[in-house]
């Protein structure tokens, strides 16, 4: 049994590794974490950048791997305490923007200013208890190649926005929405998706049903 899997197995243990990490009523990740073991686990592509006065609340035991030339501009948090958080190659969370794990960014795709990209939902199922005591209702949400999310929206847990799409700015994406699609509104509905053969966007003659 290696050190992590005995450390996991052990409550007191592991309750006192976490308060080495991170303090308990705060979930930021301690300086000596950022200094000295997040660089031995997260992974930064040659001529990425992560503005200084952002938050980048990330921990060590999960993934946060940032791509070559990605962005990842002034005033986000991006937090992994819950999953892993993966930016790809040339991406770009716009300024304000809140990313939290477990959240994929494929190559190329791009967030606008001040939105909210989460894979996790607070539990609620036991109407006794407070929401903040129950297990997290976690579901990875993916943004796929090229794809890119227009200012102040929302992208709720367990979506997938399919490769090269277009969400519109102030939009609420509760669904999956498929690849060459454009969608705006709340709840993100699609209007337009490409037609290969006309090389178009094409207007949706009837709302198309995303599940």
Same mark, same amino acid.
């Given at each position: 049994?290696?050190?992590?899997?005995?450390?996991?197995?052990?409550?007191?243990?592991?309750?006192?590794?976490?308060?080495?990490?991170?303090?308990?009523?705060?979930?930021?990740?301690?300086?000596?974490?950022?200094?000295?073991?997040?660089?031995?686990?997260?992974?930064?592509?040659?001529?990425?950048?992560?503005?200084? #006065?952002?938050?980048? $609340?990330?921990?060590?035991?999960?993934?946060?791997?940032?791509?070559?030339?990605?962005?990842?501009?002034?005033?986000?948090? *991006?937090? #992994?305490?819950?999953?892993?958080?993966?930016?790809?190659?040339?991406?770009?969370?716009?300024?304000?923007?809140?990313?939290?794990?477990?959240? *994929?960014?494929?190559?190329?795709?791009?967030?606008?200013?001040?939105?909210?990209?989460?894979?996790? #939902?607070?539990?609620?199922?036991?109407?006794?208890?407070?929401?903040?005591?129950?297990?997290?209702?976690?579901?990875?949400?993916?943004?796929?190649?090229?794809?890119?999310?227009?200012?102040?929206?929302?992208?709720?847990?367990?979506?997938?926005?399919?490769?090269?799409?277009?969400?519109?700015?102030?939009?609420?994406?509760?669904?999956?929405?498929?690849?060459?699609?454009?969608?705006?509104?709340?709840?993100?509905?699609?209007?337009?998706?490409? #037609?290969? $053969?006309?090389?178009?966007?094409?207007?949706?003659?009837?709302?198309?049903?995303?599940?």
């Amino acid at each position: 049994m290696g050190i992590v899997s005995k450390i996991k197995s052990n409550p007191k243990t592991k309750q006192l590794a976490l308060r080495l990490i991170a303090p308990k009523r705060n979930p930021r990740p301690r300086l000596w974490v950022r200094w000295f073991l997040n660089p031995l686990k997260h992974k930064r592509g040659k001529g990425s950048t992560i503005r200084r #006065n952002s938050r980048i $609340d990330v921990f060590p035991w999960n993934r946060f791997d940032v791509g070559e030339l990605t962005t990842i501009e002034s005033f986000c948090t *991006v937090n #992994n305490g819950s999953g892993d958080v993966i930016l790809g190659d040339k991406v770009r969370v716009g300024i304000g923007s809140v990313v939290i794990g477990p959240v *994929v960014m494929g190559h190329g795709s791009g967030l606008g200013q001040h939105v909210f990209v989460s894979g996790f #939902n607070h539990g609620f199922a036991d109407g006794s208890k407070n929401s903040s005591d129950q297990p997290l209702d976690i579901k990875p949400t993916v943004i796929e190649d090229e794809a890119h999310i227009g200012a102040n929206s929302v992208v709720l847990a367990g979506v997938t926005i399919g490769k090269r799409c277009q969400i519109g700015a102030g939009s609420v994406v509760t669904k999956d929405i498929p690849p060459y699609s454009v969608a705006v509104g709340n709840p993100a509905k699609v209007i337009k998706t490409f #037609n290969p $053969d006309t090389g178009e966007w094409e207007r949706v003659e009837k709302e198309l049903v995303v599940v």
